[in-house]
């Protein structure tokens, strides 16, 4: 068994293009093969900006699955899942905005920001508000511990270790929790209970972190307790109760060095995308066409690739000495710019061919993927489903 969790979501936005690959599908590739990953389609939150036209997100939703498996995410190795269908999400978001302070909700940079870079749409709304909230619950439903996001998303995964903090001291209290505890630490025999203890005391006294790794890396490896006794302890040793809520931690996906067409970032905003199933004379064309240094007016003026967004595609795609090669023939005008991103029309389109052959069998097969996507959707809720059992046992909602 895999002791890390892994989670992330992604709002359905149709097709994905090489900015998504890059950016963020390899590193799901890579995740796959060293944790237990949980990726999701986050429709729910898409309707929080989109609550005016849901229509498309069934069709995005597909879309965007089968850019996930031809992009190489393994359905073996990940559990692939649609948030709305795993509706506990709703009801955990639900419970937690009972114990949230408004205030935490509107101090999270991204309300702000997005209401003003979205100044279109009205956006002064509840469910726009508890968007960190439902990306909370989402992350704590599966006891997630690791998290891949970029930079942006980061406060959100903040957010959630306080949300995950607050709940486990209002609720992680059980009746006679202190005596459990106490039983609890017994149980890890007399020398290791001695040191448990003096590193607990050692923590909660001097705030010594140290002390507290050891005391955890004790329980981590202790083989006689029970997951209940576990989390008990998890919560004892730093002073609260037990730890129902897992706290996440983001694991920090590096941005995507892929450019758009124009040398911005790529985004479908901007218009200047390569879609991961676009046809290849498509993308030949957008290739062929796109700006150069504009300097570069005549095939005879020098150019300087600093200036040129074909550069830096190169620098995504091409070696060592492909790069020489531009260097050298665009500051002499040795080559013409054709000629200088042909390497790299080659070099996309290489990319792309096993992708779009995924994509191809997955398309003419749809079933293939609605099975994949219910199978996930199953895995998910089983989960879902223990969390939810110690949620609602916690605040007293087990209903015989
Ligand atoms: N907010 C994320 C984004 O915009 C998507 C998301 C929703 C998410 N829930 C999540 C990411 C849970 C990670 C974990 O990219
Ligand atoms: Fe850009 Fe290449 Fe033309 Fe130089 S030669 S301006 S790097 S496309």
């Known amino acids: 068994m895999y002791a890390d969790r892994v989670l992330s979501g992604m709002r359905p936005t149709g097709s994905l293009h090489l900015g998504h690959y890059h950016g963020v599908l390899k590193n799901w590739l890579k995740l796959q093969h060293e944790y237990e990953c949980l990726f999701f389609v986050a ?21 965007m699955v089968i850019d996930w498996l031809a992009a190489g995410v393994d359905p073996n190795r990940a559990t692939l899942f649609i948030q709305s269908q795993v509706i506990e999400h ?42 960190p909230l439902l990306q909370s619950a989402d992350i704590l439903i599966y006891r997630a511990n690791r998290v891949p996001v970029g930079e942006d998303q980061v406060p959100h995964i903040e957010f959630s270790r306080e949300i995950a903090r607050r709940f486990n001291h209002l609720y992680g209290k059980e009746p006679g929790y202190e005596e459990k505890a106490e039983a609890a630490v017994k149980k890890l025999g007399g020398k290791k209970a001695k040191l448990y203890t003096e590193l607990r005391n050692r923590y ?70 390569i879609a991961l199933r676009e046809d290849p004379e498509a993308v030949s064309k957008k290739i062929r066409t796109m700006p150069t240094d504009p300097a570069r007016v005549r095939r005879t003026d020098v150019g300087e690739p600093e200036r040129c967004p074909v550069w830096q595609f190169h620098q995504v795609y091409s070696n060592d000495e492909v790069k020489a090669w531009v260097r050298k023939g665009c500051t002499s005008a040795g080559i013409g710019c054709i000629e200088c991103k042909q390497p790299v029309i080659e070099a996309v389109l290489r990319e792309l061919a096993p992708i779009q052959e995924r994509a191809r069998a997955y398309t003419e097969e749809p079933d293939l993927v609605r099975n994949i996507i219910a199978d996930g959707c199953e895995k998910a809720r089983d989960l879902a489903r223990e969390t939810m059992r110690d949620v609602r046992e916690a605040m007293g909602l087990n209903y015989g």
């Open 90 to 131: 709703a009801e955990l978001h639900l419970l937690l905005s009972m114990m949230t302070p408004l205030g935490w909700l509107e101090r999270v940079p991204t309300y702000k920001d997005q209401q003003e870079k979205l100044s279109d749409k009205d956006l002064s709304t509840y469910g726009f508000l508890g968007y």
């Open 43 to 63: 429709d729910w939150h898409a309707l929080t900006t989109h609550y005016d036209n849901p229509q498309s997100l069934e069709e995005h939703t597909w879309q």
């Open 204 to 273: 909660q006294e001097q705030g010594d972190e140290e002390a507290l790794e050891s005391a955890r890396a004790i329980l981590g490896e202790a083989q006689n307790l029970s997951l209940g006794d576990k989390e008990r302890l998890y919560g004892h040793l730093e002073g609260g109760g037990k730890m129902i809520l897992t706290e996440p931690e983001a694991l920090l996906t590096e941005a995507s060095k892929m450019p758009g067409l124009d040398g911005q970032k790529m985004s479908k905003s901007y218009h200047n995308t």
